[in-house]
């Protein structure tokens, strides 16, 4: 792996605190990713359950976890499988865990190969009156694809028709909105990555250039400062591809007096940042460009300075949009009229900010939480509102990773710049 290693008590804390909302007899099972694949012989790069690694900090697959915490036999009560390794393996692949690394990193004793699961379960499961199953719980998820996670649900459910089944997503939530000490030193690392890469590429941007070569600066930056790479599908879109919220081709020549988006950030340890900046071609912003990207700056400090303990989603973002029809008014793209016409469902502004302006984040971009859970401190969220007004084919949009905390918040990428003046001067120098 090309991250540190990360002190492993970080998962022996994790475990304890799920086990403290299990209800008495209650055995919690977790399953990692599968390796997809492509065609062929051919796979996708791996990406470990983010439950399973947050538990356990195994990053392979076919690994498997077990938490009963009042198992009668002490050494069932943390059981890991993981894929067991030979040499064979190890030539055509790479090194795998061995039960003695295994334990290093999770700090969990009772370490089984895979294929010893059938066997071992067998001595746990009766044991149990009930069983939380883990599924992919999180509203913006749409997956065709049947999840080594999802089949396990299935299998058990024919195999195990008379236990008592409850949801463990709900538990991960729970925990998993509340960042570890640990966990924010994870992303803290992520966002000095993603800084890295996003001076570098003011450095390197100027008219001629294209979307894919200013991709391969940022890659090359992260992988060198031991990221996997982009946290997320890379978004490098200049000119009108700005207003594409997805557009993700990156494949345009920019162009003298064109803004390009960039959506784009590292991951580290598979904790991911997420900035959003918009920059001038031509390292010079228009009087036009300069309005619109003023605006938006004032929507982001607006709402920044909302995103404070006891705050309530729906509530904040209810409030962002009234910022937001304001600063449109002033840009003269909506007018009073407008809002006083609007239909209270689909506000005038979600013409030109038709994205919501905050999402958790963490081992997942979009990661879990509980919408109707107030702000606490510990919560990491983005802050990114846009304007893309596809007429004039410009967009404009920044992002920020917010640290909740008791007095306010902390902004993680503080020191990446932001001001129009900060960015001109960079491309400039």
Avoid at 143 to 148: A, D, G, I, K, L
Wanted: proline share 4%.
């Amino acid at each position: 792996m090309r991250y540190s290693r990360i002190d492993k008590a970080l998962f022996i804390d994790n475990r304890r605190r799920l086990s403290t909302l299990l209800k008495p007899k209650s055995l919690a099972i977790l399953n990692s990713n599968d390796i997809m694949p492509t065609n062929a012989d051919g796979t996708m790069g791996f990406k470990q359950n983010s439950d399973l690694f947050y538990l356990t900090g195994a990053d392979q697959e076919e690994t498997i976890l077990l938490i009963f915490p009042d198992h009668p036999d002490p050494k069932f009560r943390e059981v890991l499988f993981v894929r067991e390794t030979n040499e064979l393996i190890a030539v055509w692949e790479g090194e795998k865990l061995t039960k003695e690394q295994a334990r290093e990193v999770t700090g969990i004793q009772s370490v089984y190969w895979t294929h010893q699961f059938d066997f071992i379960f067998g001595n746990i499961i009766f044991e149990a009156e009930n069983v939380y199953l883990n599924t992919n719980e999180h509203t913006r998820n749409d997956s065709q694809v049947q999840s080594r996670e999802s089949r396990f649900v299935r299998d058990f459910k024919d195999r195990y028709p008379v236990h008592t089944l409850l949801r463990l997503a709900p538990l991960m939530h729970q925990l998993r909105a509340i960042k570890h000490p640990v966990e924010i030193e994870l992303l803290k690392k992520a966002c000095e990555i993603t800084k890295s890469g996003f001076e570098r590429v003011l450095k390197f941007v100027k008219p001629g250039v294209h979307e894919f070569e200013i991709e391969a600066e940022l890659v090359h930056e992260f992988v060198r400062n031991r990221s996997k790479g982009f946290s997320y599908q890379p978004i490098i879109a200049s000119g009108a591809n700005a207003c594409v919220l997805h557009y993700i081709q990156n494949d345009q020549q920019c162009k003298d007096g064109d803004i390009i988006l960039l959506d784009v950030a590292a991951e580290y340890a598979n904790y991911g940042a997420d900035l959003s900046r918009s920059i001038p071609v031509n390292g010079r912003f228009t009087k036009r460009q300069r309005d619109v990207y003023d605006a938006v700056l004032r929507v982001f400090k607006a709402a920044k300075d909302m995103l404070v303990t006891g705050n309530i989603w729906d509530e904040y973002h209810k409030e962002v949009g009234k910022i937001m029809e304001s600063e449109l008014i002033g840009l003269k793209l909506l007018s009073k009229t407008d809002i006083e016409n609007q239909d209270p469902d689909v506000p005038a502004y979600k013409k030109y900010f038709p994205h919501g302006t905050s999402h958790f984040l963490g081992l997942d971009i979009h990661d879990v939480g509980n919408k109707y859970r107030p702000f606490e401190p510990g919560m990491v969220f983005t802050c990114e509102p846009g304007i893309y007004i596809r007429e004039e084919g410009l967009g404009i949009r920044l992002e920020n990773n917010l640290l909740i905390t008791q007095t306010g918040n902390i902004d993680l990428m503080a020191d990446i710049p932001l001001e129009a003046e900060e960015i001109e001067e960079i491309m400039n120098s």
